[in-house]
Every structure is written in structure tokens, then in C-alpha cells.
């Protein structure tokens, strides 16, 4: 949607739209980072981070050296990255006719270099839909690697004797069965992955097909972005069949022609950059000089402004301006640096009044690129009242941190952004339809600046947890049910979103409980057993009725009989939030129940727009599919409360993973749990971290916080699933941004680093991965999250499909560890290492783990030893 001449103002400083919209005065990105000139508040400083509005912005990761010369001076050397794009071309043919082997083949390739992997499998003649088939064991070239039981991955090599040329070769018989293979291709690097017009390419063989045009027909082609990257047809290249069927497309009859097919392929790379920032005093004039030097070539534009005292309110410093600077909505300057003399970089130098406390500023490359602070995504910062508190060889450390203002000045510029943005929505709330999802950006942009206001006033609750972090202080009062087990659990995720399919689920993972128990899972996390509406049991009707998609009631008694005799406790999952209605009142609304509980309307809360409830508003947020429960109501909470310990009794299970807990109060999960008493209990408590223009923040504290309110709520009864620290995990690995997994405090930045022996911590599971995907785990990454989540403290779990996957031996061998050197829930961790490609830590001073790709080797008196070692991840433990 483009911004025309009736769009809401945007705040002054801004900078402007690059493919996003202004809304209500504030800019949000689709793509590109911008600054946020013109939306700055009053700071704090934290160890040498300046804290903006909930958020860290400046310094941080930045190297700073004393400078020597005339008046006192500092310099400091940020980071940069910079996306450039890589033309070439990739390649299809298939050979139809038999080689001296018998064989036909297809051949797929490309130019652009790379760590390049086929991602494939097959379709048998008959078969209709879109789903894949492992091809069989004759037709994988060597290499390969089956990715669960629907595809295969092979990468692709090098051609000997060529300038980069890879390629991957798939033999196959003339009369096969098989009528199409499928696939897409990936970069490993980057992790982009490229498709044929936003769906799998299919190389017709035999028999027909259905899901859409396959390659070698006569239609026009044309492929669409994947992640990163993205194919096109490559320009006078047409598909060129080395003979042809008359009459025909391809698509019919027992064989297909041979084909051959260009199309054009763009890679994205990141080039390592920097720029320098040197701040000196003039004695004379009593200014400060301000120097920029980067080494990226061409047009570089500096977006900057200046503040002072500690109002971090954007400013322009009066004139002269540099040359070529030109003012940007009153209240940001845009200047262009000078090519350097030896024409390595551009530089600028500015001077400033001794007025002025500090300078904020972003790069400008195109209408598209702006480069910001890499660790914490935020514009650069530069405290300019620091070259007054040193001399020329003054230690940073030593320098006197600036006085902490008052929260209600932080939160002025909240305020104001959030009443601006409610005015702008107001005033579009007549328009059509259209500008419906312009509403919803802006409703996105209130949400995230209540998180920052949030993350401001709840922040002295982060001190009490901390304080309260070592739970086996005997001065520390327990809750009377403490559902986090021994300490030492290992959890496994029993199921995922496909294993009700079977109908005998129980029967299936009761086959597997020895092995568990000899892998050294010491819990396991069972799917839900009541009657639902929906198959994979999220949709519960009967709570008493436990004869499901999954198996019998029988079955699932057995099932649990059989893992305890393996030494391995059982949790039930347990649909707390909503229930399905078996009848409808009078108005035709589903929100009569019916069985052992037999509820009415009053059960449901009276604020869901869908179900007619007449009991109280809800304590949390709806699930807009089913009936909300109003756990406020008594009958409610004795009827549950009986539920649980019926589940206890009669079916043995050790204790509960709780869904969607955000629907309800804490407190009332604290009344479920200290009557049903479960050995260890988890809640899910799921909600969106912060972002900005896109990019996660550095800062997630106000995410956590939520969590930890919500542990705290049940007084410390359950545990919950650190939601925070697998969504950082995401950003740290994808992006190789690996600082940050510190936080300010140098503590890890999820519940881990606040509340350890709740903090219940995954990488996976049968929402975010399996067949669903909604928040998949990076590829070929899964292993570097399994190094970190299985020797830190915390409770880890494992998700079904990765144990049993070609993942196994190294996840057996990463428990094996944490069991040996007992690892616990409150071990103690001492984060060695936070940068960009490596992240380093040393645990109960018997383990250090690193991952990331940057080589890193322990030190220290002790004797080191390598325990666990692959692909970007390393493990030592302390010779005894």
C-alpha cells in the first residue's frame, strides 16, 4: 500500500517510508531497519548501555579506545552488516533416454556459489494432493539424508574441472512408477530456500499429475522469492524439449520427453563492514570535534541528530551544517560523507557545541538500506559528556554513569506515540475495508509501545526474582506444592501433531519407553486424553470420557504403567482454558456441556464475543474457537479440581503440561495444583516477543516478565515454557547474533536468566514444528539449540521428532553429559562469551559449552576435555 498526500503525519525526524507505512506518526518497516529519529526518551544506563524507552540502544558492542592528541578524546568501533545480492543461474534437465547403465536421469544445478542441498522426494503414478514420498533407496545419490519419512536431502557438488559449477544427479528407471519428483532448492549458509512460483518445482516422469504446471511443460515459468533468495525465469531462456509428444504436454501418456530449463537465481550475502566514531575536545573553542570513518564504499548518507542533558529528545544543532546536508522534517539531518582520499571508505567530521549531551545516528545507503547498531538493532548512540569525564587515557569503566531518571519521564514518549497512533486509527475508522490491515499495523504498533511501558513499571519485580533465584536457600519459603521434580528432569515430548493418526498412539510410544529411559529422559509429556472435537485433543468436550484419537482409556492407563516401570514419570496434558459444548441454548449457541459436568452458561466467561457466557469477565485472554471457562466461577473450580485428582488416582499420572494458560489467572492454577499435588507441572504461557520494524529487540525483559508474573501467580507451583529463550535462540543462530544470548546483567536473557527452576526450555514442539511449522526451528541448526538448552541450567525438553531422527546419538550424548556432571534445574553459569559468531559458557565450573561458528578454546588451571564435539558446537568437561 503506498502513503499518498491524506496519510496520517508522521513524527517529526522519522525517517522516511522504504516498502512500509506511515501510521499515525509512527514508521513501520515491512523490510528494511530504520532509525528512530524523533521517538527517543529519557534513558538510564546499565553498565555501559543507555536503556531507551524499555530498550537498549547504543554502545553496546561497540570497541572503544582512548585517543591520543590535543584535548581529551575517545573513539568507538561499531560492527556493520551489508546485503548484497549474487546473480547466476540454475538448471533442470532430464535425460529420457537409458545411459550405458539402463538409467534416465535428471539433473539439477546451479552457478551461484554455495553450500547448495536438494530437498526432495517423489510421487507415485495415481496419487493426487501435494505430498511427498521418500524415493526409494536405488534412486538417492550418494550423500543423501532423509529427512523424516517423506524426503530426502542430497547437496549438491562441485563439477570437477569448472568455475563453480554444482550439480546433483538423480538416476532413475524408464518404466518407473514414480510419476514426479519434487523439490526445492536450499543454501545452507544463508538459509534460503528457492521455489518454483512460491510452490515445490515437480519434474514430471510418468503417468499425471495434479498441484499445478510441472517443469518441461509448454506454460510460461516464472519463480517467486523463498527466504532470502529467489529464481526467475532467465531472460531468453525457454524450455527446450530434445523431442516432443504430439498432441501433448507433457503431462500424460506413460513417459515424458527430455527437457532442459534455465531460470535466473539471486543469492543474498552479508559483508562485514565498520564504522568508527572518534569524539575529541577542542580547548580553544570548548567543542567537540566528532570524526566518522567507515570502509564501505560508494554513497554513504549519515541520518543523525543530537540531544541534551538526558531528554534524548532528537535535535539539529544550529548552522553551519556540513556540506551536502540537508534537513530531514525538522528534525533530523541527513549529510553525505566524503569519499576518502585513497578511495577505501567515506569520512565526515563534525563540530558540535559543548551543549549538546549526545549524538544519535544511522547509515544511509539507498531509499532501502539503513544500518544500524547489529547487537541490539537500534540506532547508533554516542554520549558526547563522556569526553568531558576522562582524560585521553581514562579507562571506560571508570567513567561516572549519568543519574537514572524518573520512570514517568521515560514513559512521556510512550504516551505520546500511543495517543498519536489512537488518533490516527480514529480518524481512518470510517474508511472501507481496505485500509483494514492500515487499522491492524496500528493496533500492532500500540501493543508493542504498551510492552515498553510495561517492561518500564514492572522492572522492580525483576530484582525480586533475582534475588530469589537460589530456591535451595533454607531462609527462602517454599510453596506448598512445588511441581519442578527433582531438579534434575529431562523431558520428552511423547507426540506430535500427526500421531493421533494411527489410533493406537499409546500403544506405539509405550513400545519406546526403555528406550527413553535408557536415553535418560526421566519424564515424559503425553498428548491430551479426553474426548475433543478436534483429533489431536486441544478441542475437549468429555473430560471423563478418555477414550480418544490416541487409544482407549486402557490403553493409556497401560501406557502410563509401562513408562513408570522404565523409571520414567508421566505428565497429562490438560485443557484448562476452554471446553467444547455438547448442546445449544435457546439461541441456537453451543454453551450448554453435558456428562459429569454438566455445566450451563454461567461457565462461560461473559466477555467472549462468540459463546454467550453469563458468568464473570475472563482473568486472561480468549481463545475465540471454543467456550472460555469462567474459572471465578466455585462449581467450576471444584468440578476441575475433582477432575484432576480422578486423573491422578485413576490413570497415574505424575503430573500436568497446562495449555494455553494465558487464558487464566495464575492463581487459580495454584488452587488446581495444590489439590491434585503433581510431582512436576508446566504451563504453557505463549505470547508475541518484542520487535521493532520488524526485528527482534535485544531487550526482552518485558517479555519474560510476563512469564515470571504468571509463575509468580501460582506461587511458584509450576514451571512454564521459556518461550523467550527459543525465540532468541532463533534470532542468535539465524542471524549469527549470537551476543544476544547475554543479556545487560550478563545473565542469559530468558525465564533461564531470571528463574531457572521454572523455566521449562525447548527448541520444539508440536506446534511451532512437526507438521504444523508456525515457528520452526532453524535448519540444520537443531543441534547448536540442543548444546545450549541441555547443559544450562533450567528444565529441558525434547521434542518427539528429533529423537528419533538422525538427531538421536549427539541429543543422547548431550544428555549423557548433563547427567554425568548433574546439571541441574539451578545450576550456576558464568557466560564467558557474547559476540557476533560465538557464544561461550562454563556451568557449575565442570562444563563449558560453546556454539557459533567462531573457534573458541577453554583456559584456566583446569584440564579441559573435549565430551561433545560437530557442526558449530562444542562441549569440555574438567578431567577429573
Same mark, same amino acid.
Given at each position: ?152 536431502? @542430497?547437496? =549438491?557438488?562441485?563439477?570437477?574441472? #569448472?568455475?563453480?559449477?554444482? +550439480?546433483? &544427479? $538423480?538416476?532413475?528407471?524408464?518404466? %518407473? ?71 501433448? @504436454?507433457? =503431462?500424460?501418456?506413460?513417459?515424458? #520427453?527430455?527437457?532442459?530449463? +534455465?531460470? &535466473? $537465481?539471486?543469492?543474498?550475502?552479508? %559483508? ?609
Amino acid at each position: 500500500m503506498s502513503v499518498g498526500s491524506g496519510c496520517i503525519p508522521a513524527i517529526p525526524g522519522a525517517a522516511p517510508p522504504a516498502r512500509g507505512r506511515l501510521l499515525g506518526g509512527a514508521f513501520l518497516q515491512v523490510a528494511a531497519a530504520r532509525p528512530r529519529a524523533g521517538r527517543c526518551r529519557a534513558t538510564q544506563q546499565h553498565g555501559g548501555r543507555l536503556r531507551l524507552g524499555g530498550r537498549v540502544v547504543a554502545r553496546a558492542g561497540a570497541a572503544e579506545t582512548p585517543v591520543a592528541g590535543a584535548g581529551a578524546a575517545f573513539s568507538e568501533k561499531f560492527p556493520l552488516r551489508r546485503c548484497q545480492t549474487v546473480e547466476g543461474k540454475a538448471w533442470v534437465r532430464v535425460d529420457a533416454e537409458p545411459d550405458g547403465d539402463g538409467k534416465c536421469k535428471v539433473v539439477v544445478g546451479c552457478d551461484v556459489a554455495g553450500k547448495w542441498v536438494l530437498h526432495w522426494g517423489v510421487s507415485y503414478d495415481g496419487e493426487h494432493g501435494s505430498e511427498w514420498d521418500q524415493p526409494p533407496s536405488e534412486m538417492r545419490p550418494p550423500g543423501s539424508v532423509p529427512i523424516k519419512d517423506y524426503a530426502i536431502e @542430497t547437496p =549438491l557438488e562441485i563439477l570437477s574441472n #569448472s568455475e563453480g559449477r554444482y +550439480e546433483v &544427479q $538423480i538416476k532413475f528407471d524408464k518404466d %518407473t512408477p514414480i510419476a514426479a519428483i519434487n523439490f526445492v532448492l536450499k543454501e545452507e549458509e544463508t538459509g534460503a530456500w528457492f521455489q518454483h512460483k512460491g510452490r515445490d518445482f515437480r519434474i514430471p516422469l510418468s503417468g499425471s499429475l495434479d498441484g499445478g504446471v510441472p517443469l518441461g511443460a509448454n506454460q510460461d515459468i516464472g519463480v517467486w522469492p523463498g527466504d532470502l533468495g529467489h529464481l526467475k525465469r532467465h531472460e531468453g531462456s525457454n524450455a527446450q524439449p530434445q523431442e516432443t509428444i504430439p498432441g501433448g @504436454t507433457g =503431462l500424460s501418456g506413460k513417459h515424458i #520427453s527430455g527437457f532442459y530449463q +534455465e531460470f &535466473q $537465481i539471486i543469492k543474498s550475502e552479508y %559483508t562485514q563492514n565498520f564504522v568508527t566514531v572518534t569524539v575529541k575536545r577542542d580547548n580553544e573553542t570548548h567543542k567537540r570535534l566528532v570524526e566518522f570513518d567507515t570502509d564501505i564504499p560508494g554513497e554513504v548518507v549519515i541520518h543523525w541528530g543530537v540531544c541534551r542533558d538526558n531528554s534524548m529528545t532528537w535535535e539539529i544543532p544550529p548552522e553551519p551544517h556540513p556540506p551536502t546536508t540537508k534537513i530531514f522534517r525538522q528534525k533530523a539531518l541527513q549529510t553525505l560523507l566524503q569519499q576518502k582520499d585513497d578511495g577505501r571508505g567515506n569520512s565526515l567530521s563534525l563540530l558540535l557545541d559543548a551543549e549538546y549531551s549526545g549524538l544519535f545516528f544511522v547509515l544511509k545507503l539507498d531509499e532501502y538500506t539503513w544500518l544500524r547498531n547489529l547487537e541490539n538493532g537500534s540506532d547508533f548512540f554516542i554520549s558526547l559528556t563522556r569526553v568531558e569525564q576522562r582524560g585521553s587515557t581514562q579507562d571506560l569503566d571508570k567513567v561516572e554513569p549519568q543519574k537514572v531518571e524518573d520512570k514517568s519521564s521515560q514513559a512521556d514518549g510512550i504516551i505520546s506515540d500511543i495517543r498519536n497512533l489512537v488518533v490516527g486509527l480514529s480518524s481512518r475508522r470510517g474508511q472501507r475495508a481496505k485500509n483494514k490491515v492500515l487499522q491492524e499495523d496500528i493496533l500492532q504498533e500500540i501493543e508493542r509501545l504498551a510492552a515498553e511501558a510495561y517492561s518500564i513499571f514492572r522492572s522492580p519485580t525483576i530484582g525480586s526474582v533475582e534475588a530469589s533465584v537460589d530456591l535451595d536457600d533454607p531462609s527462602i519459603a517454599k510453596p506448598a506444592c512445588s511441581g519442578t521434580g527433582s531438579g534434575f528432569e529431562i523431558v520428552c515430548q511423547g507426540f506430535n501433531w500427526e500421531s493421533h493418526k494411527s489410533g493406537k498412539w499409546y500403544v506405539e510410544l509405550g513400545t519406546k519407553a526403555k528406550e527413553l529411559s535408557s536415553l535418560g529422559f526421566t519424564i515424559v509429556w503425553s498428548p491430551p486424553p479426553t474426548d475433543s472435537v478436534s483429533p489431536e485433543g486441544y478441542m475437549p468436550r468429555d473430560l471423563y470420557n478418555l477414550n480418544s484419537r490416541y487409544g482407549t482409556m486402557d490403553e493409556l492407563k497401560e501406557l502410563v504403567k509401562v513408562f513408570h516401570e522404565a523409571g520414567i514419570k508421566v505428565l497429562g496434558d490438560a485443557v484448562l482454558n476452554h471446553r467444547c459444548a455438547q448442546f445449544q441454548n435457546n439461541n441456537g449457541v453451543w454453551n450448554i456441556f453435558g456428562g459429569r459436568m454438566n455445566w450451563d452458561d454461567r461457565a462461560v466467561v461473559a466477555d467472549d464475543p462468540h459463546f454467550q457466557g453469563r458468568g464473570n469477565k475472563s482473568s486472561g485472554d480468549n481463545f475465540h474457537a471454543a467456550p472460555n471457562i469462567d474459572h471465578s466461577q466455585e462449581f467450576v473450580r471444584n468440578d476441575l479440581k475433582e477432575w484432576l485428582c480422578w486423573m491422578r488416582k485413576e490413570v497415574g499420572y505424575d503430573g500436568w503440561r497446562l495449555d494455553f494458560v494465558r487464558g487464566f489467572w495464575g492463581g487459580y492454577v495454584k488452587d488446581y495444583l495444590e489439590a491434585s499435588e503433581p510431582y512436576f507441572a508446566v504451563g504453557e504461557y505463549w505470547d508475541s516477543l518484542s520487535y521493532t520494524y520488524g526485528e527482534m529487540d535485544y531487550n526482552q525483559d518485558a517479555h519474560r516478565q510476563r512469564i515470571v508474573d504468571w509463575i509468580n501467580a501460582t506461587n511458584g507451583t509450576a514451571g512454564a515454557f521459556d518461550v523467550t529463550t527459543k525465540g532468541i535462540l532463533h534470532a542468535a543462530l539465524e542471524r549469527s547474533e549470537y551476543w544476544r544470548l547475554s543479556d545487560e546483567k550478563g545473565k542469559p536473557p530468558g525465564v533461564l536468566g531470571w528463574w531457572p527452576s521454572r523455566a521449562v526450555t525447548f527448541i520444539e514442539n508440536h506446534d511451532t514444528g512437526s507438521t504444523q511449522g508456525h515457528w520452526r526451528f532453524p535448519y540444520g541448526m537443531e543441534l547448536q539449540g540442543y548444546a545450549y538448552i541441555l547443559t544450562h541450567p533450567g528444565t529441558p525438553a525434547v521434542f518427539y521428532d528429533h529423537i528419533f531422527s538422525h538427531l538421536q546419538p549427539e541429543i543422547a550424548k548431550f544428555i549423557n553429559i548433563r547427567q554425568r556432571q548433574k546439571i541441574h534445574c539451578r545450576s550456576k553459569i558464568k557466560i564467558l562469551k557474547a559476540e557476533r559468531s560465538l557464544y561461550a559458557a562454563e556451568i557449575d565450573e565442570k562444563l563449558i559449552m560453546k556454539i557459533g561458528s567462531e573457534h573458541f578454546e577453554p583456559s584456566g588451571p583446569q584440564n579441559w576435555i573435549v565430551a561433545a564435539e560437530g557442526q558449530d558446537y562444542k562441549i569440555w568437561e574438567v578431567s577429573s
